[in-house]
C-alpha cells in the first residue's frame, strides 16, 4: 500500500522559510518522481515542484521558481521542499505526489496547510 506523509506545514511571516517532508513507503517499482502540489482557497491543485528519482533532476512552476528547492534523500523514498522568501500567496494546502509515468498512476499524501502573514 502506498502512502505519502507530509509534515512541516504550519504558520510563517512573509519572507520567512518552511521546510515540507513528505515520507513515502510501499512506492511501486518503476515510480518515476515525487512532486509537490498545491492549492490555494477557491482554486485547483497545481504542480509547484517534481524531482525525477534517477537523475534527480528539477522541475518547478515559474511562481516558486527561484524561492523553492525540491530535493530527495539518498533512498529515494522521502523529498523535501524548502520553502524561502514566503509570501501570503503561498498560503495553500501543499500536497506530495508520486507518479509512475508508465502506467500513469499518482498516488497523493493527505495534504498539510501552509499559511503565510502579511
Known amino acids: 500500500q502506498v502512502q505519502l506523509v507530509e509534515s512541516g506545514g504550519g504558520y510563517a511571516q512573509a519572507g520567512d522559510s518552511l521546510r515540507l517532508t513528505c515520507a513515502a513507503s510501499?512506492?511501486?517499482?518503476?515510480?518515476?518522481?515525487l512532486a509537490w502540489h498545491r492549492r490555494t482557497p477557491g482554486k485547483v491543485r497545481k504542480l509547484i515542484a517534481e524531482?525525477?528519482?534517477?537523475?534527480?533532476?528539477?522541475a518547478y512552476a515559474t511562481v516558486v521558481e527561484g524561492r523553492f528547492t525540491i530535493s530527495i534523500n539518498n533512498a529515494k523514498n522521502t523529498t523535501f521542499l524548502q520553502m524561502n522568501s514566503l509570501k501570503p500567496e503561498d498560503t495553500a494546502v501543499y500536497y506530495c505526489?508520486?507518479?509512475?509515468?508508465?502506467?500513469?498512476?499518482?498516488?497523493w499524501g493527505q495534504g498539510i496547510q501552509v499559511t503565510v502573514s502579511s
Open positions: 505526489a508520486a507518479r509512475r509515468e508508465k502506467t500513469d498512476d499518482v498516488y
Open positions: 510501499g512506492l511501486p517499482v518503476g515510480t518515476d518522481s
Open positions: 524531482i525525477w528519482r534517477d537523475s534527480e533532476q528539477t
